[in-house]
Structures are given as C-alpha cells and as structure tokens.
C-alpha cells in the first residue's frame, strides 16, 4: 500500500461529492487526478466550472458536500461565487461547504473568502493526502487552513475593533480590484480583457475608476500601492 493510500484508508467507507471551481482546465484535471479516484479516496468529482456564472449553474444543479473554490476567477472572482451560494450554505439540511483552494497566500485573499462565508483556506502547494483529509474536515463543519494562513484569519477576527480589511481597497468593486491585480502584475490591457471576458474599453474604464479611488496618477503608482498590500 503506498502512503497515499494508506493516508486515505481510513476514509474508504466515506463518500463526498465535490466540486471543482478553477479557470485553468489544466489544474482541474490535476486535482481530479489526485483526489478523484472515488474507490480509494471516496471523493467524487461531480462538476466543475471555470467561471463565476458557470460554478453558481454548476453547484446549484449538483448541491455537493464541498466545493474547492479557486480565489480568482472571471466573473467577479470566489467571493461571488460565495455571495450568489450563500442560500446554499446556509441550508438546515445538506448544506454546501466551501473550501478555498489558491496559488495566493495573501492575507486579503484569505480573508475575504473566510469572511464570504468558505469554510477554509489552502494553497496549491498542498499534497493530494492532505487535499483529500482537508475535504473532509470541511465536510463535517471543520475550518481547514494551510498553516500560515490561520494568523491572517485570527489577526482580522480577534478584536471586534478590527478594521473589515483595508479602507481604500474597501472602495473598489470586486471586478476593479481584480482588475487592480492584473495591472500590478503586468498584464496588458487587452490581456486583461481576454482573462475577464470583458472588452478593452471596459478595462481601461476599471482602471480610470481606480485610479480616481486610489488618488493615484498612473499604472506603475498603482503597482507600488497593490505591492505594498502584497495583493500581487
């Protein structure tokens, strides 16, 4: 028996339905690799989406158990896939549990999907084992979090005090802070445009818009700011 599979053998009489909400088709397949192979880890893969429009169609036709949730996606990014399921969440029986899985370890990032109403947080860098044993804490109403990330989420939530995050980034709309990480991380316009589904001119409207919220005069000041809030 291979460490994996002894790893999952304790949940071999469990079943979970998942599913897999990511814009890179190519990571999805990774991960259905990884944790779909329902016989031995009892995890079944019974949709996936790419897009914000696409996961809220997805998980409302299939009602799984847990949802691994992409933090940036087209479409008004986890956070409103979160807002759009939040019936979901909160239904008295069977309800769907979420669990953020992301390349971003920014405490913005983290935080803002906590606050939505996720169940978790994990980075990309976890092993398939653990992916598996963490859909299943967040199954049975576990909060599950790569080690690290815990501190963000105890830091924003230990003082009722606590500012909700950032007050200048609290002024932008989800698709212009989407759109401020783009730019910060130097994406062309019609870059931008392609990975939103939105047009060129839609873009540079996003971008005047934060600018004028930021107060700042041009791209490369815009980089400095979202670098400075490790939003990039």
């Not at 598996?132 to 576990?142: A, I, K, L, N, T």
């Not at 599950?144 to 909700?164: E, I, K």
Request: hydrophobic share 45%; aromatic share 4%; glycine share 8%.
């Amino acid at each position: 028996m291979s460490t994996e599979d002894s790893a999952v053998s304790g949940t071999e009489t469990r079943r979970v339905r998942v599913v897999l909400v990511d814009d890179h088709r190519m990571f999805r397949a990774g991960v259905q690799a990884e944790i779909g192979e329902t016989e031995r880890t009892g995890v079944e893969v019974v949709g996936e989406a790419a897009d914000v429009d696409q996961a809220v169609t997805v998980i409302t036709a299939t009602r799984p158990e847990v949802v691994l949730l992409d933090v940036h996606l087209p479409g008004g990014g986890g956070v409103e896939v979160l807002r759009r399921c939040a019936p979901l969440m909160a239904a008295a029986e069977n309800p769907v549990r979420f669990l953020a899985l992301s390349v971003s370890d920014a405490a913005e990032d983290v935080i803002g999907v906590i606050r939505g109403g996720a169940r978790g947080y994990v980075t990309k860098t976890i092993t398939g084992t653990d992916l598996v044993h963490s859909v299943y804490r967040v199954q049975d109403g576990d909060a599950v979090f790569s080690p690290r990330l815990a501190g963000f989420v105890l830091d924003a939530f230990a003082s009722t005090d606590a500012p909700p995050v950032d007050e200048d980034l609290d002024r932008l709309t989800q698709r212009e802070r989407e759109v401020l990480r783009l730019i910060a991380r130097g994406y062309a316009y019609k870059e931008i445009a392609k990975q939103l589904f939105i047009s060129v001119k839609t873009v540079e409207s996003h971008v005047s818009a934060v600018l004028r919220k930021l107060q700042l005069s041009n791209r490369h000041e815009l980089t400095r700011w979202a670098t400075a809030r490790r939003l990039v």
